[in-house]
């Protein structure tokens, strides 16, 4: 029975997008839009140059050392793709805090 009960209830409290932003431009201002948008940008900023940086010297690295003529073999590009994306989300994901800390404090 109370499973009945929690599929009615469902979506009763949602709110869209824009009355979410409605909400919080009320409540707090035009400015609480974009709290946190420093930590997100030095996150991103920091994320895609290690991100990058690290795919081309892994890619030239792996092209390299079998040559030139064996330049961005078939496994040379995915396996850079791959170190890559565990280097930038190890450097970016678990020295800094989450943006949303400081967005949504206890």
């Known amino acids: 029975m109370s499973n009945d009960a929690d599929k009615s209830q469902r979506g009763k409290n949602r709110v869209s997008t824009i009355g979410a932003a409605r909400q919080i431009i009320q409540q707090h201002g ?19 140059g290690v991100y990058f940086g690290v795919y081309e010297s892994c890619k030239q690295a792996l092209g390299s050392y079998y040559g030139d003529e064996m330049k961005n073999t078939p496994w040379a590009i995915p396996l850079a793709g791959a170190i890559c994306g565990i280097s930038s989300w ?6 800094l805090p989450s943006p949303l800390i400081f967005q949504y404090p206890a």
């Not at 035009?30 to 895609?48: E, S």
Request: proline share 4%; aromatic share 4%; glycine share 12%.
């Open 90 to 95: 190890v450097v970016v994901s678990l020295p």
């Open 30 to 48: 035009v400015t609480k839009l974009w709290k946190g948008i420093n930590l997100h940008l030095a996150r991103d900023v920091i994320g895609g």
